[in-house]
């Protein structure tokens, strides 16, 4: 089985050739005043301003149990960044909270989605978790993203928006990885 410290190795060196720049990714368990600093300006060039979370908001996800924050560093300069935590209500279940990217369509997305699945299933937790749009602002099709990586529809909430969730397996995790992380291009 591949490690998640495994699979962040080969995510680095596949998006690296992939987008021709030296990318890292830092896997954190917590924030400081710096990757506070990387969530906020990543989600003020992507999200509108609804979507933004307050510094206060970030600090109280960040001290939620299973805390996991995986920034993209492309020649040093962030430029993606995904967070999530234990769902407080499920135990055994990862919430996939935000996804942000400032190059798009060159698979940044997808392998973070892709090492939070991993990440998840190393970890124990049985299901992944996440609410979404069916559309965004910009047109892009966020249901439909999710769902070409494995999550199914729950419902539409109207205070949460799309309910959605992946059930973890070994195969399909595996799966996934080599399908959208392995293989990237330039």
Not at 20 to 28: A, H, P
Not at 81 to 103: C, K, N, P, Q, V
Request: aromatic share 10%; glycine share 6%; charged share 30%.
């Amino acid at each position: 089985m591949l490690s998640f410290s495994e699979a962040v190795d080969v995510a680095q060196k596949q998006l690296t050739s992939s987008l021709g720049s030296e990318c890292r990714f830092l896997v954190l368990d917590r924030l400081d005043e710096a990757s506070l600093k990387v969530i906020q300006s990543i989600e003020d060039s992507t999200f509108r301003s609804e979507l933004r979370y307050t510094r206060e908001e970030l600090l109280q996800r960040a001290n939620g149990r299973g805390f996991l924050l995986i920034v993209v560093l492309c020649n040093e300069k962030p430029v993606a960044f995904m967070h999530g935590y234990s769902d407080r209500d499920e135990g055994l279940t990862f919430f996939l909270d935000s996804i942000a990217t400032i190059i798009e369509n060159r698979g940044i997305g997808s392998t973070l989605v892709s090492l939070a699945l991993l990440h998840s299933l190393e970890k124990g937790y049985r299901l992944v978790t996440l609410w979404t749009e069916e559309k965004d602002d910009k047109d892009r099709l966020l249901r439909r993203f999710y769902e070409k990586l494995g999550f199914n529809f729950i419902e539409d909430n109207p205070t949460k928006g799309v309910v959605m969730s992946e059930k973890l397996d070994h195969e399909s995790v595996l799966r996934l990885f080599y399908e959208r992380v392995v293989p990237l291009k330039k």
